[in-house]
């Protein structure tokens, strides 16, 4: 036999093993890119491979993830105002350089949304072909048997007295009760199993979608703010109402889910003793409220990570602190402020600070009007020797220490002031008798005597504050969904192989049937011919059992003779 016929033969082999392997996945073929022919066309084919390969994608994926770093370490001004204006107080340099570049709001800026809408797309892009590719596949057979069987990496041979037909039969059953799907194609079953496959590919690929439709839906249209209560104290889902609000591109105010509420009753217990001192037991507030402008009054309890739900709006509990009760008067003893004052939590035992301002109705000793302020310090447990911190979160042994001053606040410049600080350029402290800053504590129901007749203040009594997050996260199911469905995916993906099997029977030239069994798999693995040896046993026992071997001198050619190196 010439070389040229021996080289034609090799070729016809290997496009028949070819075509038994194809289709066992959807994954597009990675070509080597050729230069595009000249115009729009030929450059917008050429891009739009380049955008949907598996290459692209995963750099974008990438891109993506690199890009949400800045986001996570540089406060965000969607996020926290006060951190991002205090970055740029202590970073002149970079503060300009990040404006530049948007890393103080990544999430909303040009480049994180260039990066996520091409991911979108190139998925898409993917995913598309890659579906009507698949369902072509299911709609489809599985391929022939290859004329040489004995060059598959699994394969099995074996003689038997049942006529071809029976073995098919039996062949053909057995295939489709272990979960195959099967047909006779000439003179072998073909079948093919692991669909699930590429289904958990696929599904992990439009999951990836669904999280990006459900992020961006929701970053456009949430809405987030935060409300600080004291007990007694109400709130109805108003802008107004909000200390601070942070609404999506899309969202509007009236978006916003009518109902209102009122704190009740705040409840905090700790543990007492042990390592855990100091850790609450019972975090939680009691609640009434309300759906829309006419609605019932009803009774619920917030907790943490148990918020109340209204009509997609969450109320978290996020916050707890204290709020004593203060009234100030003046020098003729005229009440000129009277409420309770929220200080903020400065550590676990709520330690707390703050400011009183009183900014209208007062006059000093010369009846001239001024504005007032206290520096205030609460300590819920005081310890003797210990006027720095709190010893215990409860209410046990409250102090509350003032330092009093008077002068302009600045209020009326038009400047936006923090009320829990207190800006000192226009006010002046009152002295002791020893002339230095005044300073008391107080317990409750005890009263601060301002000199020279400038009025008094009084400790009144401690209520409880308690701070509530109110967001609206649309598609957050959605996303959810998709998370569990991806990791399912992707599960499938990783765990399932696809893989055919194909059993061949014919007569040899003894009149005896000749039985031959292989499989192929996507990838190599032991599973395969595990799978092929169970299989070639049960229908070895149940529906072709063995014949004996041929005489020593049969033609080594004959096909009833197993090829060398076959496993029997």
Same mark, same amino acid.
């Given at each position: ?90 970073h002149e340099v970079l503060a300009p350089i990040y404006d ?88 072998a079953v073909a079948a093919e199993k692991g669909y699930l ?33 004291? =007990? /007694? ?6 802008? !107004?109402?909000?200390?601070?609000? $942070? #609404?999506?591109?899309?969202? +509007? *105010? ?5 109902f209102s509420f009122n704190l009740k009753e705040f409840t ?22 309300? =759906? /829309? ?6 009774? !619920?309890?917030?907790?943490?990570? $148990? #918020?109340?739900?209204?009509? +997609? *709006? ?51 000793? $010369? ?202």
């Open positions: 036999m010439s070389n040229t016929t021996t080289d034609h033969a090799e070729q016809v082999e290997e496009q028949d093993l070819g075509a038994a392997g194809s289709q066992l996945s959807t994954t597009p073929k990675e070509e080597l890119a050729n230069v595009p022919a000249m115009g729009v066309v030929g450059w917008a084919r050429w891009f739009w491979r380049q955008l949907t390969s598996m290459r692209v994608a995963l750099l974008l994926l990438l891109l993506l993830a690199l890009g949400a770093i800045p986001g996570s370490l540089i406060p965000q001004s969607g996020t926290d105002e006060t951190k991002v204006a205090d970055f740029r107080d202590r530049k570049l948007g890393l103080f709001n990544v999430y909303s800026s040009v480049w994180f949304s260039a990066v996520y809408i091409l991911l979108f797309v190139s998925l898409i892009g993917c995913i598309v072909p890659r579906t009507w590719q698949f369902v072509g596949q299911l709609r489809g057979r599985p391929p022939g048997a290859p004329k040489r069987l004995n060059r598959l990496p699994a394969y099995t041979t074996w003689r038997t007295e049942a006529e071809p037909e029976q073995v098919r039969e039996a062949a053909l059953a057995l295939l489709k009760k272990h979960r195959f799907r099967a047909h006779v194609a000439g003179d496959r590429e289904v958990g590919n696929l599904a992990f690929h439009i999951a990836l979608i669904v999280m990006l439709v459900a992020f961006a839906w929701g970053q456009l249209f949430k809405m987030e703010g935060n409300k600080l209560i004291v =007990e /007694g104290g109400g709130f109805s889902n108003t802008l !107004t109402q909000y200390d601070d609000f $942070k #609404p999506g591109t899309l969202f +509007g *105010t009236d978006d916003l889910t009518p905090g217990t700790y543990e007492t003793s042990g390592p855990n001192k100091g850790t609450p037991r019972t975090y939680q507030a009691d609640l009434t409220y309300s =759906e /829309g402008a006419y609605g019932e009054d009803r009774r !619920t309890v917030v907790k943490v990570n $148990k #918020p109340l739900e209204i009509d +997609g *709006t969450k109320v978290y509990l996020t916050a707890h602190g204290y709020a004593p009760v203060i009234t100030v008067r003046d020098g003729k003893g005229k009440v000129v402020f009277s409420d309770a004052v929220p200080l903020l939590p400065l550590d676990s035992n709520v330690t707390s600070s703050g400011v009183i301002k009183v900014y209208d109705g007062y006059k000093n000793a $010369k009846g001239v009007s001024e504005q007032l302020a206290f520096q205030a310090a609460f300590l819920p447990t005081y310890a003797a020797g210990n006027e720095v911190s709190s010893t215990f979160p409860a209410l046990i042994n409250p102090v509350l220490n003032l330092e009093p001053y008077h002068g302009d606040l600045g209020v009326n410049a038009g400047i936006p002031q923090n009320v829990y600080q207190l800006n000192k350029k226009h006010m002046k402290g009152f002295k002791d008798s020893k002339g230095k800053q005044m300073r008391e504590n107080l317990r409750p129901g005890e009263t601060m005597q301002l000199p020279n007749g400038a009025g008094s203040v009084t400790y009144e009594d401690t209520k409880e504050w308690a701070n509530f997050q109110i967001t609206r996260q649309p598609a957050s199911g959605w996303a959810l969904a998709g998370s569990v469905a991806a990791i399912l995916g992707l599960a499938g993906s990783l765990f399932i192989q696809r893989r055919r099997v194909w059993v061949r029977a014919v007569k040899g030239a003894d009149g005896v049937t000749v039985v031959e069994m292989a499989g192929l798999g996507r990838s190599e693995s032991a599973k395969v011919p595990e799978e092929l040896g169970d299989l070639a046993g049960t229908l070895y026992e149940e529906g072709a059992p063995g014949a004996p071997d041929p005489a020593e001198d049969s033609d080594p050619t004959d096909p009833a003779v197993p090829a060398e190196g076959a496993e029997k």
